[in-house]
């Protein structure tokens, strides 16, 4: 296929649902009925499995309510994303004093998160009172700005530096595939490498632009924290009991933050994509993509075919009625808006 023909078909590209992430080595693929995931083993063979998908929100209507769906989607995908680290570790390690257990991947993850609390709330907090030279309380709006600003510094370095890593490169090369693979599948095009090539690696609804609208998000939110009045209504005073409270009060919002930056990435810009507006408000993310992603090899965009297509082939089945009812799990409730790939 022709660039010019990858142009034409631009315009005709269709809206999906099915999105996933890199892993190690390979590729993990969510529709709205399972999940499938391929990983290149050292021997050169792809492992593939698939499983069926477990929602909360099947169960209760209020895990549908606006916001709090964006919060129930982030719990769900970064379960599934311990599974599928958890299965990639172990396909991927050429012997078994390389492989990871679960508990030592779960630990690792929860480790993880606390370094971020450290290195995007902590650390530009303390650092925001230093240059600012007052509090959250005395200049709420200068204060939440630089705070907000160096938040998303820090998220750049960050993303700069562990995409100097070879092992986060090859990562980030299987990102890169995951997205060529899901603009091929858009636009109703065969799945095959040459085809699969042309794309770009970048894509609207990628994961790193979800994290920058939370960071963007983030500074508008903490902003509206009454900080002095929190602080007074719990005794504390004074500049370090401000700066406590202005610390908690962001890891306690942060899941209103990433609710509200589901409603704003995944649920509306998600369907006006084509909109001037969005195109505009997502650029930034869109421009990060350059360090999240890599230009993938052939083998890599073989690993991302062959881990969506247990997804497309399952929705097939779904939707033509192939499938007994008792044998087809209820379909996810967050599925038609799953968290960004």
């Not at 709205?32 to 792809?46: F, M, S």
């Not at 994303?81 to 012997?95: H, L, Q, R």
Request: aromatic residues 8%.
């Amino acid at each position: 296929m022709s660039d010019s023909q990858v142009t034409r078909v631009e315009e005709h590209v269709k809206h999906t649902h099915i999105g996933g992430q890199a892993v190690i080595e390979g590729v993990m693929m969510r529709g709205k009925y399972n999940w499938a995931i391929a990983v290149r083993k050292p021997d050169g063979e792809i492992h593939v499995e698939e499983h069926d998908l477990v929602s909360g929100a099947k169960k209760h209507e209020w895990m549908r309510w606006p916001i709090v769906r964006g919060c129930v989607a982030l719990v769900e995908t970064f379960s599934l994303a311990m599974k599928a680290f958890t299965i990639s570790a172990e396909m991927s390690g050429e012997g078994e004093e390389e492989q990871l257990s679960g508990k030592e991947i779960s630990l690792s993850l929860v480790m993880g998160g606390g370094l971020a609390i450290l290195l995007f709330i902590v650390a530009p907090a303390v650092l925001t009172n230093f240059i600012t030279r007052t509090s959250a309380a005395e200049s709420p709006f200068l204060w939440n700005g630089v705070d907000g600003l160096l938040r998303v510094a820090a998220f750049f370095a960050y993303i700069w530096a562990i995409s100097r890593m070879e092992e986060i490169q090859r990562v980030f090369r299987y990102h890169g595939a995951e997205h060529k693979v899901i603009h091929t599948f858009e636009h109703d095009l065969p799945l095959e490498t040459p085809v699969i090539q042309k794309w770009s690696t970048h894509h609207m609804r990628c994961g790193t632009s979800f994290l920058f609208m939370v960071m963007i998000i983030a500074i508008l939110v903490f902003s509206l924290v009454p900080v002095r009045a929190t602080a007074a209504a719990l005794g504390l005073s004074g500049t370090i009991g401000i700066l406590i409270v202005a610390i908690v009060s962001r890891v306690v919002l942060l899941p209103v933050v990433a609710g509200l930056a589901y409603e704003v990435t995944v649920k509306w810009a998600g369907n006006h994509s084509e909109n001037p507006f969005v195109k505009v408000l997502l650029w930034p993310g869109l421009q990060m993509q350059r360090m999240t992603t890599g230009e993938p090899d052939d083998s890599m965009v073989e690993v991302a075919v062959a881990a969506v297509t247990p997804v497309i082939e399952r929705e097939r089945r779904e939707e033509s009625g192939e499938m007994a009812a008792e044998e087809a799990p209820a379909e996810d409730a967050l599925a038609d808006s799953p968290l960004p790939i």
